[in-house]
């Protein structure tokens, strides 16, 4: 059974920057792509970043393009999202996913862990 357990989100005023992690049970974190979702109050949840197995390819949203990074550390079954230049609309509980293959996806259904998420809010 694979776990993950994110940590980092809080309350940061517009501009400011937050760190995620996401910390993986088991021992094939890196067989895995691994992504970012986010989901706000009544809305749907959606795609926010993701990154291959290896790291070497990274895929974004266009709405966080050029202001989020993603990037993991295999040898710590770990997983980031820096946040920089946060907007309002950035405000969402933000959860990390494992992938079914090796690449990252933009799609929901291609995860297949999920962990509890945690709160961004960002103050305007």
């Known amino acids: 059974q694979v776990q993950l357990v994110e940590s980092g989100g809080g309350l940061v005023q517009a501009g400011g920057s937050l760190r995620l992690s996401c910390a993986a049970s088991?021992?094939?974190?890196?067989?895995?792509?691994m992504g970012w979702f986010r989901q706000a109050p009544g809305k749907d949840r959606e795609f926010v970043a993701a990154?291959?197995?290896?790291?070497?390819?990274?895929y974004y949203a266009d709405s966080v393009k050029g202001r989020f990074t993603i990037s993991r550390e295999n040898a710590k079954n770990t997983m980031y999202l820096q946040m920089n230049s946060l907007k309002p609309e950035d405000t969402a509980v933000y959860y990390c996913?494992?992938?079914?293959?090796?690449?990252?996806?933009?799609?929901?259904?291609?995860?297949?862990?999920w962990g509890q998420g945690t709160q961004v809010t960002v103050s305007s």
């Open positions: 996913a494992r992938g079914r293959y090796y690449s990252g996806s933009r799609d929901v259904s291609e995860y297949d862990y």
């Open positions: 088991g021992r094939t974190f890196s067989n895995h792509g």
């Open positions: 990154i291959s197995r290896l790291g070497s390819n990274t």
